[in-house]
């Protein structure tokens, strides 16, 4: 069992490379074994790609070899007709005679069709190698398809004295609590996740663009809560860099279960994953909700005295980390 986690842990490996660019289909990764020597590895291409399976097994360079190799997967092989064929198909008619699955699919077209479909043709099947570390790692996918919504981040930053925003300011646009490096790192966290959310005070008092721009990636879905249509087309966040779905009453009834109701709507776009980068109000409306999965709280190295107090959070941290003088904390929804 040792070597299939040698394995499977290479799976996972590779498959963060497909991060922010394959939903709504998972970030699968795949590897080809023969003879101890990895022949064939690869991951899900951007959506509407190719999977991981078709990837790997098209890098192999001699395919007569397959028939004695066995193929790695952090998830269960598909065996339905999408965008492309199924794999489970693919791995048949390539006579690959060992198959070792990270964890099942739990996607109803799937959810153990897969396996059946393997081991109906032949194929030995190990399910199960290293199935905590795959569940984490397709935690995006298994929450959309088993909670019916998206994987919900967190994200703010506070002062020292728990401030999240100036009272008032002059100018709009944001005023920074965290450093630049701290702000980078934001960005590369938007490039993975396939949507950003934020309220109407947001957008009015900083006029966001909520891109990438300072990270090379995918720019995410902009989600706006506008309950009474209040913003005009000449804020950033409408230009074309990036799609931005506005939610007003028209969408949801914002006098109840508001966090719920946004949730149900992203899940009916296909939205897997999302970050809360609105302002107290809004974080907090999920917060009481307790719809949320990761919160990741930056403590800048300032203050203000007074001003917009952070949401009221009374989690344990799992993880603290400093980037230069700022602090990072992380806060999983147990």
């Not at 998830?75 to 005679?97: A, Q, V």
């Not at 994953?273 to 300032?302: K, P, Y």
Request: aromatic share 8%.
């Amino acid at each position: 069992m040792k070597i299939h986690e040698k394995y499977i842990k290479r799976c996972i490996e590779i498959a963060k490379n497909g991060l922010g660019t394959t939903a709504p289909n998972p970030m699968v990764g795949c590897v080809i074994v023969h003879n101890n020597k990895i022949i064939g590895e690869s991951y899900t291409s951007p959506y509407g790609g190719n999977h991981a399976e078709v990837n790997a097994i098209e890098s192999v360079t001699n395919k007569s070899i397959l028939s004695e190799a066995t193929l790695y997967v952090t998830l269960e092989p598909c065996s339905h007709f999408g965008k492309t064929p199924p794999c489970s198909d693919l791995i048949i008619n390539n006579h690959i005679p060992h198959v070792v699955i990270g964890t099942i699919d739990t996607h109803s077209k799937v959810a153990g069709k897969g396996i059946e479909k393997l081991k109906a043709a032949g194929c030995k099947v190990t399910v199960g190698v290293l199935e905590d570390a795959c569940k984490e790692h397709h935690k995006r996918f298994f929450t959309f398809h088993d909670k019916k919504r998206p994987y919900i981040i967190l994200k703010w930053a506070e002062t020292q004295d728990g401030f999240i925003a100036p009272k008032s300011k002059i100018n709009q646009q944001p005023v920074w609590i965290t450093n630049k490096l701290s702000r980078q790192l934001v960005h590369k966290w938007r490039s993975e996740e396939q949507a950003i959310l934020v309220g109407t005070n947001t957008v009015i008092e900083d006029n966001p663009s909520l891109t990438v721009r300072d990270w090379t990636g995918k720019n995410p879905i902009r989600i706006v809560l506008d309950k009474t249509n209040k913003l005009s087309k000449d804020y950033q966040i409408f230009n074309n860099d990036a799609e931005t779905i506005v939610v007003t009453n028209n969408e949801i009834d914002y006098t109840s279960h508001v966090a719920l109701q946004i949730c149900k709507l992203l899940h009916y776009k296909d939205i897997q994953s999302v970050i809360i980068e609105g302002g107290s109000q809004t974080l907090q409306t999920f917060i009481d909700e307790n719809l949320w999965d990761e919160a990741r709280v930056f403590i800048g190295n300032t203050t203000f005295t007074h001003g917009i107090k952070a949401p009221n959070f009374k989690k344990k941290q799992n993880q603290e980390s400093s980037i230069l003088e700022d602090s990072l904390i992380f806060f999983i929804n147990d």
